[in-house]
């Protein structure tokens, strides 16, 4: 019984350890589960913390970039270290209240009571373009700020409103900010010295235009009010690089009697002896070919653009012209003219109110015609032959030459001639242009001689040349000046690369034009863009050759 009692008791000792054993086990995976459940809350309550960290600081943001959104904004609630520790107390012994900013100028219509009415009536009927609605809604705490206190007006006054507040630092801003009386609407009543031309202030050495002495004048216009020193053209050197030939893409099998540049500046025209007109698209790069218009029984001697762009008239040595329209892309033969018995009416010139073609005829006589009806309206009558022709910027005058030497001034209104002068040291004139400007006009003659008048004085009776030009040493046969008339080009076809470039007003001739070099052939005419970036010379050879001048921007 013993032995079996012994074998008993040790079963059931072990089976209470392996119950111990199994219990510890299922206590030890209890304590796990707990300690995995506390760190998984201690982690969902840290990120729900950085959640609203992030929203508060996404609203404070927003708030910062467009005003007060979540709440109405206070100036002076930062951290303000001193304002902080400062009692009320203490504070009211530290500032002293500054009454100066009552005087100050006030923009808005509501901040009159802050003004000593030096400011006038007129300032205050200004109001602005724009108001904040948001300044009516802030608040601003200036007691405790230090930077802010000397904006109050009284000893106890803490919060005031935000376009009170804009107001004040305004005032204070003029009070700090003295000597801008200049710029006060009515500062031209106060300039002494003033005239009926212009406006002078003695103290600042200001220029006002006359015009412009209302300040909305000036906000009303896009003018430049200072001219840019750079906008003149200096002597001596001119800057410029060769482009690719203008008519690259189709060049002329005989020389190139015309070039021009129509009023875009991208449309340049290019007409010879091989009796095509063609038109390319100018870009300085490629130059593409845009159209080709073949005239069968007229070798072209001479094309032009009307200034207002609608038509080109084209002749040649025949009794008639031709007109393309360039809106309906319909070329129309005309002539030959009523009544007359002209062989050639090669030459002519273009009004710049393109109502009138002037082409030269017979024994000195000018043909006067109608750019509308294309039929003659009347004519001129020179005492020698006729050479060269060219309108005053206006159309209502014409100016010609030939071979009597003289140069005659024709009224188209009266159809008279108003003025007859000698050109100096000319026998044969064969060239003339006037400027765009109309201030100037230079005539060239048989021997090379080019004459540069100043338009008044001639009219005047003062004979005499401001310049001679002798650069050229056979015939002048073209002149052009450019939309400037800073610069103008001579050329002769009797010579190779006989083209010169004149700067107006000093009188001389650019001495790096043409590069010794470079080879122009015979140069035969000559044509700027109207912006005066592009210059084109056609030769003889049939090119149109293509240049940039570097200081006009544009084509």
Known sequence: MSLISQNARSRNETKREEDLKAKEVEDGQDYDVDTVEVKKRKLDGKEEHLAKEQVKEMKKLESFLFGSLYSPLEFGNGDDDEGEAMTAAKASNLFFTDRSADSGLT????????????????????????????????????????????????????????????????????????????????????????????????????????????????LRTNEDLVVKSSSKLLPGHIEYSKLVDANIQDPSNGPINSVQFHRNGQLLLAAGLDRNLRFFQIDGKRNTKIQSIFLEDCPIRKASFLPDGSQVIISGRRKFFYSLDLVKARVDKIGPLLDREEKSIEVFEVSPDSKMIAFVGNE????????????????????????????????????????????YHWDLRTRTCMHKGVDEGCLNGTAICTSPVGTHFAAGSASGVVNIYNSEEFLGGKRKPIKTIDNLNTEVDFMKFNHDSQILAICSRAKNSSLKLIHIPSYTVFSNWPRSNASLHYPRCIDFSPGGGFMAVGNASGKVLLYKLHHYHHA
């Open 364 to 407: 000195g006589h000018i043909l006067l015609v109608s750019t509308k009806s294309k039929q003659l309206v009347g004519t001129l009558k020179m005492n020698g032959t006729a050479r060269a022709l060219a309108f005053t910027e206006d159309g209502q005058k014409l100016l010609s030459t030939g071979g009597d030497g003289h140069i």
């Open 107 to 218: 923009v808005y219509q509501e901040d009159s009571d802050f003004s000593d009415g030096s400011c006038g009536d007129d300032a205050l009927r200004k109001k602005p373009v724009w108001v904040d609605e948001e300044e009516e809604k802030v608040t601003v705490n200036i007691a405790k700020v230090n930077r802010l206190r000397k904006l109050r007006k009284e000893e106890d006054e803490n919060v005031i409103s935000g376009s009170e507040y804009v107001s004040r630092l305004r005032a204070q801003h003029v009070k700090l900010n003295r000597g801008t009386d200049w710029a006060q609407l009515d500062s031209g009543s106060k300039m002494d010295g003033s005239s009926d031309d212009e406006l002078t202030d003695d103290g600042n050495n200001v220029l006002v235009s006359r015009g412009y002495e209302d300040l909305d004048d000036i």
